[in-house]
């Protein structure tokens, strides 16, 4: 079956970096768009960021445009949001996600599978 996994989440400081990290196994992870969801304390999930399938394209929610960037190894299997100028809203747990098109996780703003999430957690 599917499996996403999460890591790389944890504390950190108000203008600070940290990387998350996303391992999938059980597809054929180049032929899936990626994308990174987050979800804070009492809001809806919320789409982050997406990559397709040859990292060629990406997309961003305006609210971290510019201070992430989302990445994919596809000899690894694995998809990475690098999280520059870390503010306090960007606290949330986060989730990696697989899509079956290109429509789906940029446009539409839907995975079709979902990792179990990372909480990061941004001190002020």
């Known amino acids: 079956q599917v499996q996403l996994v999460e890591s790389g989440g944890g504390l950190a400081q108000a203008g600070g970096s940290m990387r998350l990290s996303c391992a999938a196994s059980?597809?054929?992870?180049?032929?899936?768009?990626m994308g990174w969801f987050r979800q804070a304390l009492g809001k809806e999930r919320e789409f982050v960021a997406a990559v397709s399938r040859s990292g060629d394209s990406t997309s961003y929610a305006d609210s971290v445009k510019g201070r992430f960037t989302i990445s994919r190894d596809n000899g690894k299997n694995t998809v990475y949001l690098q999280m520059n100028s870390l503010k306090p809203e960007d606290t949330a747990v986060y989730y990696c996600?697989?899509?079956?098109?290109?429509?789906?996780?940029?446009?539409?703003?839907?995975?079709?599978?979902w990792g179990q999430g990372t909480q990061v957690t941004v001190s002020s």
């Open positions: 059980g597809l054929t992870f180049r032929s899936y768009p």
């Open positions: 996600a697989a899509s079956n098109t290109w429509i789906t996780i940029a446009v539409m703003k839907r995975g079709d599978y």
